[in-house]
């Protein structure tokens, strides 16, 4: 297993009226982030905050091309990001032990945080298709090039982390300095993650190792 610190690239926030950030993701565009009763966008270039959805987002955000889609309690709503009118929702696989959500082949990938999970569930019905195990507590997930990422943060310790997708075996982690956590977790597609703040209202910027692929 590689193991290294986290190389923080850059930190954005705290932002106004945002307390802590859970989910994260990113359009493209700007980067969305579930704020509690809000999902905020901001545009990662500048940091300047945009247009906001008034819309519950206490965990998970995914982006699969065209639509949102945002953990709330024991639900998934997909949502039209340019109205922010919700079009469907499924039952999250947790029952609100909730956290990650991703975007990958198709699916969703919901990280069940207490119960060290990530599922792989269909978008249209929530039915569960597979279920990985891990041995952290999950909190943000993101798939970027083939590779299954996942964020942790238990006994004041967090990382981020590849993992095999059939096993669950970690594969490399990057460690996060002291008193940083890392809920929400989100590929740009190539060279950095974003990651949730843990309770503080910030979002980090962390270089993707090159070559990461075993």
Same mark, same amino acid.
Not at 42 to 50: A, I, K, V
Not at 58 to 82: H, N
Not at 177 to 203: I, M, N, Q, W, Y
């Given at each position: 297993?590689?193991?290294?610190?986290?190389?923080?690239?850059?930190?954005?926030?705290?932002?106004?009226?945002?307390?802590?950030?859970?989910?994260?993701?990113?359009?493209?565009?700007?980067?969305?982030?579930?704020?509690?009763?809000?999902?905020?966008?901001?545009?990662?270039?500048?940091?300047?905050?945009?247009?906001?959805?008034?819309?519950?987002?206490?965990?998970?955000?995914?982006?699969?091309?065209?639509?949102?889609?945002?953990?709330?309690?024991?639900?998934?709503?997909?949502?039209?990001?340019?109205?922010?009118?919700?079009?469907?929702?499924?039952?999250?696989?947790? $029952?609100?032990?909730?956290? +990650?959500?991703? %975007?990958?082949? *198709?699916? /969703? &990938?919901? =990280?069940?945080?207490?119960?060290?999970?990530?599922?792989?569930?269909?978008?249209?019905?929530?039915?569960?298709?597979?279920?990985?195990?891990? $041995?952290?507590?999950?909190? +943000?997930?993101? %798939?970027?090039? *083939?590779? /299954? &990422?996942? =964020?942790?943060?238990?006994?004041?310790?967090?990382?981020?982390?590849?993992?095999?997708?059939?096993?669950?075996?970690?594969?490399?982690?990057?460690?996060?300095?002291?008193?940083?956590?890392?809920?929400?977790?989100?590929?740009?597609?190539?060279?950095?993650?974003?990651?949730?703040?843990?309770?503080?209202?910030?979002?980090?910027?962390?270089?993707?190792?090159?070559?990461?692929?075993?």
């Amino acid at each position: 297993m590689k193991q290294s610190a986290a190389e923080i690239i850059r930190e954005y926030g705290p932002f106004p009226g945002v307390d802590c950030v859970h989910g994260v993701s990113f359009d493209g565009r700007q980067v969305w982030m579930a704020t509690g009763s809000r999902l905020d966008a901001f545009d990662p270039d500048t940091g300047e905050m945009l247009r906001p959805l008034h819309i519950a987002a206490d965990a998970g955000t995914a982006f699969d091309g065209e639509y949102l889609f945002q953990i709330a309690e024991t639900v998934i709503r997909k949502i039209d990001p340019k109205t922010g009118q919700v079009l469907a929702t499924i039952p999250a696989p947790g $029952d609100g032990d909730d956290s +990650g959500l991703a %975007w990958a082949e *198709g699916s /969703l &990938w919901v =990280g069940q945080h207490s119960g060290r999970r990530i599922h792989q569930i269909d978008p249209r019905t929530g039915a569960v298709l597979r279920t990985i195990e891990t $041995d952290r507590f999950v909190t +943000g997930v993101t %798939w970027v090039d *083939g590779e /299954l &990422w996942h =964020g942790t943060w238990e006994n004041n310790e967090s990382d981020v982390r590849r993992i095999d997708p059939s096993s669950g075996e970690v594969l490399e982690r990057l460690e996060m300095p002291a008193g940083t956590g890392v809920t929400g977790l989100e590929s740009d597609g190539r060279d950095r993650f974003f990651c949730g703040g843990g309770d503080s209202p910030k979002v980090r910027s962390i270089r993707r190792p090159s070559g990461a692929q075993a």
